[in-house]
């Protein structure tokens, strides 16, 4: 049995921490013959080093970045090899690009082209746990790179596919995947298993336990992810693919409160508006998540999308630019997005009208609702967030 | 012109000094067409490294120990490029590894094999200030390795050589190389040049400038050294071969605290005797400075010898354990060794007698004399250390 473990920021925040990551390393070396283990930097160092590159500059040259912050996670991994070797435990740190990630050279957001997994293997065939710093790859012109947020999380998720291992294990400091957010609803339950594609939808549940492009990666490669706690001994949530699930009819409610609505009321119902608005959008980089449009009639439309709230001012202005000043542009930040998800729901009717019937029976307004094959999403007033959460937890049965 | 400069701990010890030595290169880019900037971990962080490796293990793997420190020098280089790129220079950071310095795997005391300088020179041809993480290079099998105390004076020497440098500037907190510790006497000059050889009698002089082994190496590699502040703007001190050189008579003088002397009385005035007493202290890796021995009578001989004061216990053991209980073992801490060092006392005498007489003068006994081509060592009492080095110092007019 292979398995690779990634141990977070938290999970390896002091000396103390590492040690207890040691003791956790070992404890599985008993259980697993070959173990991989993936780290971060301890928590607060990236945040440090990259302070120390704002004292020259508000926007460092990335590729420096990249060195710099690439010292982060080489620290823990020595550390960690160090912890393990004193305990009598063979083992050895390497580097990203001692372990073979190649990347392209976007520095500080580079993407993983390949693994050569030769060295790791080595080491592995010789008996030693291998200790590979996170976050981090080189580009082929041998320069170091980064993954960017949740980059550590995507090694882990890499080495998994590369190394075909059995398992890949990311432990934070939240036991799993829950139902909703423990903090709105406290009957919340932990899932023990969910699937990619939920997993991707409930992204912002709880403690954002793991980013979506880990997820995606991991559903390409077909690794058998499973999130834990490093701080005790819970089981966990598994993420694998959906035919080895048994498929409950929902799995969990997701609360966004990052969003912000525009609508653009009377626009000209002609083809290619919505073209026009989407890629004056992208190209201002802004991220539009739900989109709502009506038939319209009279030869105008209206039209309706989300976009993270610090965006909304960027985009108002740019619709109006777009579009004159005929439009109605209405804009709205006082709204959420909460999401009812589970693959279940693929196969079962009356999924989406229960939802609606028990926000209606709470006098909670649906604004918006877009709804894809594992989710409905819904746009309800801010001040009803976690009312509506609570509300759909319940209707669903997550409670029990 | 091509020049290496190296900035030590103290000269980038926090984020303003980094800065100031961005600034120092960016001027000397004025001066010279091509910069390479070898740098030290900022003062504190090795050992604050070393600190956190000790928290697991007393003696901490050494291979994943230099893995650990180096990346001290990384962050240092990284932040030094961020600094220049963002004043509008052309820079880029490259670890020892990627800088092509190979070395022995001997981790945390590794020695250099080769340079292959073909990045170096890319980047320099590209307009690139190149800034090197001093310190560090890699071993044959891919892994990172340091070259011990000293080690980034090293790397600038074996760049500047392989380079083929014009100079390789080594900045520290002090203006160069002085006639004697300016602690002891106020009247001590800077040296404007000296030669390798003296340099390596003087290292025990002032701040310890550098350390030998880059002397010895910049010797070697015939690489032209100047060592000076990076707090001020002085010419400091030249350190070149002797050819190149009027001879002064003695250089300096130099004081050093920290021998221990041991007398053997009695001994068998037989061949092998001196072979068997060093072989013993080499053994258990004493190491041992002056060797005096007196022609023997009656079959018997004595022989005095120094070693570092903490080897003092262990070599009287050593020789107690070697020679029995017949032979008297004198050994006494409490003694200092004065030299005099200068080229030109090669092709002058007098200037033995010269330091014997000014010592007699002031009551000053001399307890062993040892000498070489460039030197003259006397172990005196400690009480007459400084004392001593002020007589010196006045005698051969190293005052004006």
Do not use: W
Not at 90 to 118: M, P, Q, R, V
Not at 159 to 166: H, K, S, V, Y
Not at 368 to 383: F, G, L, R
């Amino acid at each position: 049995m292979l398995v690779v473990q990634k141990y977070g920021g938290t999970s390896v925040g002091n000396l103390e921490r590492i040690e207890n990551v040691a003791n956790r390393v070992i404890k599985s070396k008993k259980t697993y013959k070959d173990i991989v283990v993936v780290v971060s930097a301890m928590s607060g160092r990236t945040n440090q080093l990259i302070e120390n590159a704002n004292f020259y500059s508000e926007f460092p040259n990335k590729k420096e970045l990249d060195m710099l912050l690439s010292c982060g996670e080489r620290e823990t991994a020595a550390l960690l090899a160090i912890s393990l070797i004193s305990k009598g435990y063979n083992a050895i740190s390497l580097s990203g690009k001692e372990a073979g990630l190649l990347t392209t050279d976007d520095y500080t957001n580079a993407k993983i082209i390949d693994i050569d997994s030769t060295r790791i293997k080595k080491e592995l065939s010789e008996g030693k746990i291998v200790v590979v710093a996170g976050f981090q790859g080189y580009a082929a012109n041998g320069n170091t790179t980064t993954l960017g947020r949740g980059g550590s999380d995507l090694s882990a998720v890499a080495f998994a596919g590369a190394l075909n291992a059995d398992l890949c294990e990311i432990y934070t400091d939240v036991d799993g995947v829950y139902t909703t957010d423990p903090r709105i609803e406290p009957k919340a339950k932990k899932l023990d298993k969910v699937s990619y594609e939920e997993m991707l939808e409930l992204a912002s549940l709880g403690a954002k336990v793991l980013q979506n492009r880990s997820v995606e990666l991991a559903k390409k490669l077909n690794v058998k992810l499973v999130t834990r706690s490093s701080f005790n001994d819970n089981s966990g949530t598994i993420i694998t693919s959906e035919e080895k699930m048994e498929q409950a009819l929902v799995s969990g409610i997701a609360l966004d409160k990052n969003q912000a609505r525009i609508v653009l009321r009377r626009i000209e119902d002609k083809p290619g508006i919505a073209a026009s608005i989407f890629t004056t959008l992208a190209k201002k980089d802004i991220n539009v998540d739900m989109i709502i449009q009506n038939v319209g009639h009279d030869g105008t439309t209206n039209l309706g999308f989300t976009v993270p709230q610090n965006e909304l001012k960027n985009a108002s202005e740019a619709m109006r630019e777009l579009l004159g000043s005929d439009v109605v542009i209405e804009s709205d930040s006082d709204i959420v997005k909460v999401s009812v998800v589970g693959v279940g729901m693929k196969t079962h009717s009356g999924v989406a009208s229960a939802a609606f019937e028990a926000l209606a029976n709470e006098g909670i307004n649906i604004q918006m609702i877009s709804t894809s094959e594992i989710k409905i999403s819904m746009i309800v007033s801010s001040k009803y967030a976690e009312l509506a959460v609570r509300t759909l937890h319940k209707v669903y049965k997550l409670d029990n």
